[in-house]
């Protein structure tokens, strides 16, 4: 079992930055990719960026590329999602997770395990 607490998510102006932070508990962090979801209100969870074990491979989804940077700290177990030039299509409650297995992935059903969430609000 892992167990994932987001953090940093917060109301920022267009343009602005934020940090999320994932911090995971449970069995050794290293063996898991990780993966960062984001699911705005009325619409489907969507894939924003994973990172494999050793964080050398990373995806980004389109609508993100080149503003987010996912990396992550295996000695502090969390993973972080550093996100700027932030726009209001981004607002939604921000989704970390975990999957067994040291390869990144871009599909919501190979995660086995979810943290509650963090509502990150873009206002324009």
């Known amino acids: 079992q892992v167990h994932l607490v987001e953090s940093g998510g917060g109301l920022v102006q267009a343009g602005g930055s934020l940090t999320l932070s994932c911090a995971a508990s449970?069995?050794?962090?290293?063996?898991?990719?990780m993966g960062w979801f984001r699911q705005a209100p009325g619409k489907e969870r969507e894939f924003v960026a994973t990172?494999?074990?050793?964080?050398?491979?990373?995806y980004y989804a389109d609508s993100v590329k080149g503003r987010f940077t996912i990396s992550r700290d295996n000695a502090k177990n969390t993973v972080y999602l550093q996100m700027n030039s932030l726009k209001p299509e981004d607002t939604a409650v921000y989704y970390c997770?975990?999957?067994?297995?040291?390869?990144?992935?871009?599909?919501?059903?190979?995660?086995?395990?979810w943290g509650q969430g963090t509502q990150v609000t873009v206002s324009s």
């Open positions: 990172i494999s074990w050793s964080g050398g491979t990373t």
């Open positions: 449970g069995r050794t962090f290293s063996n898991y990719a």
């Open positions: 997770a975990a999957r067994p297995s040291i390869v990144a992935a871009t599909a919501r059903v190979l995660y086995n395990y």
